[in-house]
């Protein structure tokens, strides 16, 4: 695949490096192009440093809460591996009907208490903006999860990350990016559409009609002036998009199981569907699928998701050494 052309020897860097040490990440708001091209730098040498070394010391002796109110395979376990990469350790809180919580404890108290064990706190949590009471509450860096249908800035930074990597950072502006799916409850489009506002991209969302991307978002993109168009089938846009992401209609997220069954296989990405798109494009999915991309297409080398997760691994690296300062 053709790598990025960022310098992967870019300075682990004293000047950003002060910026964001003890920062909240909270939403992809607060990332401008130089940011990323620091955290993508970074991110870069996290992964030559894996592939050479495996796991070395950067932040031994520091330990990271993971604090997850709804379910996670790759958010939560690349945050332990990234911890782990980077010689510190992990406080597991996956199950939170087993801690305080199932108690009545509220969030801002829980948060409390787990930073007098820990250094970062990282949340996943059902409700919008509770990531940011929980930062509010808290004197040590929090890092966004994923607030229900809110924002998931991690992985809308591991995105674009795998856009630069897999196409080549010098070819994100003119790009056309394709989002497929349920855009109304998917808080990955809503975080990666608006990351994607600080390029010169066109972006198309094509979903059913109950499923549109939220008029909020579309108005924060239009307002960077970017070019964004919404269809209900994907055979218009295909041939032109350089980056299709898909993504999985959100199940937990509908009040009316009749309405989720009306929608949930609108879209399946397949061989034959593929014929039409371009050869050196990608397709992406934050994953997990549930049945919209065919497994028939994973051979495909067009098929990005599998190497998705593994970019996320370097980002959440990156994130973590930058917020504790030892980058
Ligand atoms: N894993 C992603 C998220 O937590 C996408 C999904 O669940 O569909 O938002």
């Known amino acids: 695949m053709p790598t990025s052309s960022l310098n992967p020897h870019l300075p682990f860097g004293e000047n950003k490096l002060a910026d964001w040490y003890g920062k909240d990440i909270i939403s992809v708001k607060q990332f401008g192009r130089d940011d990323l091209e620091y955290i993508f730098g970074v991110a870069h040498e996290m992964r030559g440093m894996v592939e050479r070394v495996g796991t070395f010391d950067l932040l ?8 997850f109110y709804e379910p996670s395979t790759r958010t939560s376990s690349s945050f332990t591996a990234a911890m782990e990469r980077l010689g510190g350790s992990v406080i597991p809180i996956n199950e939170v009907k087993y801690s305080s919580v199932s108690k009545g404890e509220s969030l801002p108290d ?34 966004n999860a994923g607030d229900g249908i809110g924002e998931h800035p991690t992985q809308a930074l591991l995105d ?28 990955t489009v809503h975080s990666l559409a608006r990351l ?3 390029f010169k991209v066109k972006i198309n969302y094509v979903s059913p009609d109950i499923l549109k991307m939220p008029k909020e978002v579309m108005d924060e993109v239009a307002a960077k002036g970017i070019p964004q168009a919404e269809f209900g089938s994907l055979e218009k846009v295909l ?39 371009k050869k050196d494009m990608i397709v992406m999915h934050p994953l997990p699928r549930v049945g919209e991309i065919s497994v028939d297409f994973d051979e495909d080398p067009r098929a990005a998701y599998f ?14 050494a930058m917020v504790l300062g030892k980058a």
């Open 60 to 67: 031994k002796g520091k330990i990271l809460a993971n604090l």
């Open 239 to 277: 041939p032109e998009t350089d980056v299709l992401y898909v993504t999985r209609v959100q199940k937990e997220r509908f009040e009316d199981p009749a309405e989720y069954e009306k929608v949930k296989g609108a879209y399946v990405i397949d061989p034959a569907i593929m014929k039409a798109a």
């Open 196 to 198: 994607l506002s600080l």
């Open 307 to 320: 190497r998705q997760m593994e970019y996320g691994l370097y980002v959440r690296m990156a994130l973590l």
């Open 160 to 187: 674009t990350f795998t856009i630069f990597e897999e196409l080549g950072a010098g070819q994100v502006d003119g790009m056309t990016v394709t989002m497929l799916g349920d855009l109304k409850y998917g808080r």
């Open 110 to 143: 829980t948060v409390r208490t787990l930073e007098c064990y820990a250094d970062v706190i990282v949340l996943r949590h059902p409700e919008t903006g509770s990531a940011a009471i929980a930062a509010k509450a808290a004197r040590k860096p929090v890092i």
